[in-house]
């Protein structure tokens, strides 16, 4: 069972590691509403403390006796259960470690601006630095597949999950780096994403939840 709310945002790249494995889950997605004076989130703290979870969060993944929270351990615990997209070795595992914080940064950059009420102003500047932040994910994509070598592993899911949020809000900032271009390309063309994507399962918007500025359209 993955639970989180009925948006892209940080339950998308679990979504598309499940899919990419085969795996059999379920959803429930939780849904938030905006109000005159904040938003309504009832609809999960009205069960937040009731699934036995240790620091209750969204994502959650439960998994049998097995519950997970924080997005990234969720991703670390399905490289393991499906050993085909996690590290095999140490050189392997650090690229993973190391990668990692690379892509949350990267990520939360982007997410932050997206959340913030002066998106508009803000994105100007944004849009200026993003060439000389895309070009390190460039020079490495050239020499390897995937970001931590020959093989995708859960890092991939979270840095696609991010370049293709990107690619809807600023169309065409990726004209410039073929590698990248190629590597989403070539992620999207992977048998079960390109077919979880054709998919009724597969939900293009909402990106962000209600109180960014920046949501994406409606469907």
């Not at 904040?38 to 969060?57: E, I, M, Q």
């Amino acid at each position: 069972l993955l639970g989180y709310w009925d948006l892209r945002g940080l339950g998308e790249p679990i979504r598309l590691m499940l899919e990419h494995a085969g795996a059999d889950y379920v959803e429930k997605k939780y849904q938030h509403y905006k109000l005159a004076d904040g938003y309504d989130r009832t609809d999960w703290h009205s069960v937040k403390f009731s699934l036995g979870l240790a620091y209750p969060n969204l994502p959650y993944l439960i998994d049998g006796d097995v519950k997970v929270t924080e997005s990234w351990a969720i991703m670390k615990y399905l490289s393991r259960k499906f050993e085909k997209l996690g590290p095999e070795n140490e050189e392997e595992r650090i690229k993973c470690d190391v990668t990692e914080g690379v892509v949350q940064d990267f990520r939360q950059g982007f997410t932050s601006m997206c959340y913030n009420p002066d998106f508009e102003s803000l994105k100007t500047n944004y849009l200026r630095d993003l060439p000389g932040k895309l070009e390190m994910f460039e020079k490495n994509l050239s020499s390897s597949g995937w970001l931590a070598g020959p093989k995708i592993t859960y890092v991939d899911f979270a840095f696609c999950e991010t370049l293709d949020e990107m690619r809807l809000t600023f169309p065409g900032c990726f004209d410039k780096h073929p590698n990248l271009l190629d590597y989403l390309e070539r992620f999207n063309a992977l048998e079960k994403i390109a077919s979880y994507k054709c998919s009724d399962r597969f939900h293009q918007f909402p990106v962000n939840g209600k109180m960014a500025a920046w949501i994406g359209e409606a469907e």
